[in-house]
């Protein structure tokens, strides 16, 4: 299976996150804020995104599994991995690498809720623009894109393509 398409390039990604930490610093400036990055999508947009963020900020990591191997969201959600932290009193931030369905983020966002954070936002690397089975008012997203399936940054089909500094779309037929 390859790439038949770059969608963004690795120079769009690194403009467009440096933004967002541009923002997040002057919307954090204060603020206990913890960052939550969601596994294992979201490892690569965590890295660079941290980089940009010129904060004291705290990071912890969660696991979730929405998908089995195949490209279609199955709507069941199960988490692998819980905060370390506290997160009682703090700001939250949580970084996804895709919001698909919303399926994911909802269901995470009413775990989290119910422990009391001072406050609970999402910052997204791609929102998938129009086809949201929940809404969710991400604070912050790098990118909106198409329906189509991507790889790449984080993003996986099958277990591959995470390591891509670049976002991109499988050939034509191969991701069937
Ligand atoms: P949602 O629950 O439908 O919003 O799906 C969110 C999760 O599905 C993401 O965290 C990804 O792991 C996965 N996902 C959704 N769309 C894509 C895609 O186009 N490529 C790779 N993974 C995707
Ligand atoms: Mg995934």
Known sequence: MKIGKVLITEEE???????M???ITKDYEGLDL????????????MADLARYI??????????????GSATQ???????LKDLDAEIAGRHVLIVEDIIDSGLT????LKALKVRNPASLEVASFLTKTGIQRVEINARYTAFEIGSEFVVGYGLDYAGLYRNLPYVGILE????T
């Open 54 to 67: 010129e904060l004291p900020v705290e990071f912890d990591f969660m696991a979730v599994s929405s998908y």
């Open 73 to 79: 969201t199955s709507g069941v959600v199960r988490i």
């Open 13 to 19: 990604i690194q403009t467009e996150l440096k933004e």
């Open 34 to 45: 913890l960052i939550v990055g969601v596994l294992k999508g979201a490892f690569m947009v």
């Open 172 to 175: 034509e037929d191969s991701a």
């Open 105 to 108: 983020l909802n269901y995470l």
């Open 21 to 23: 930490g541009a923002q």
